[in-house]
Every structure is written in C-alpha cells, then in structure tokens.
C-alpha cells in the first residue's frame, strides 16, 4: 500500500511540475488545473487505498466494490465537470481535456497496483 501511495503521489508531483513548467514556457493552461489535479489526486488516494484493503481483507467482494468505486468516480468526475464547464464556458476544452487525460493516468496506476500479484 505505501508503494500505492508513493506511485500516486509521484504521479500528482510530476503533473503539477509539468503544469508549472507549461506556464513557465507561456502555454495556455487550464484555469483550474490545481483543482483538476487535486480532485483526481485524493479520489484516487482515497478509493485505491480502501479497495486494497478490501482486496486483502474480503476478496470475494472486491469486484462488486471495485465497480461500485468506477461508478462513484466516474459520477464524482461528471458533476465536478458540470460545475467546471458552469463557471468557465470558454475554458471547457482545456478543463475537460486535462481532467480526460488525469483521470486516466491517476486510474491506469490505480489499477496496475490493484491487478499485480500481492506478495
């Protein structure tokens, strides 16, 4: 689990430096990439860290709880979308885009620890 932690953390680091190192060199960025990148950051902390414990724990309703947590995030995803495109029209292709993009990088490590073999 702290390897978990450490992946995902790693993760959000390097997103963030990128994001900066964009404004630096004068690219447009998202109005509310910090808030993007948090959002997906502790929904993936939050829901990683608790199916691996499940997993250890009961694993014969790890699934009906794994698919149960793609729901609540894809759910979660889509209204913090709609109050983003609310408040930013203009900005909807940059926001949505980097939250696509985080969202599939933030759950592809979610589910490389979930799949490997637990020692």
């Known amino acids: 689990m702290l390897r978990f932690l450490m992946a995902i953390i790693a993760l959000?680091?390097?997103?963030?430096?990128?994001?900066?190192?964009?404004?630096?060199?004068?690219?447009?960025?998202?109005?509310?990439?910090?808030?993007?990148?948090?959002?997906?950051?502790?929904?993936?902390?939050?829901?990683g860290y608790n199916l691996m414990k499940l997993q250890k724990k009961q694993p014969?309703?790890?699934i009906q709880f794994y698919l149960l947590s793609i729901v609540l995030k894809m759910?979660?995803?889509?209204?913090?979308?709609?109050?983003?495109?609310?408040?930013?029209?203009?900005?909807?292709?940059?926001?949505?885009?980097?939250?696509?993009l985080s969202y599939i990088l933030f759950t592809g490590v979610e589910v490389l620890f979930l799949v490997r073999k637990q020692p």
């Open 75 to 100: 759910v979660a995803g889509l209204a913090f979308l709609f109050f983003l495109i609310e408040d930013t029209p203009a900005e909807t292709m940059g926001n949505g885009a980097l939250f696509i």
């Open 12 to 47: 959000f680091v390097v997103l963030v430096a990128a994001m900066l190192v964009g404004t630096q060199l004068g690219w447009p960025m998202p109005q509310f990439w910090t808030e993007i990148l948090t959002f997906l950051f502790v929904i993936t902390m939050v829901i």
């Open 60 to 62: 014969q309703i790890f």
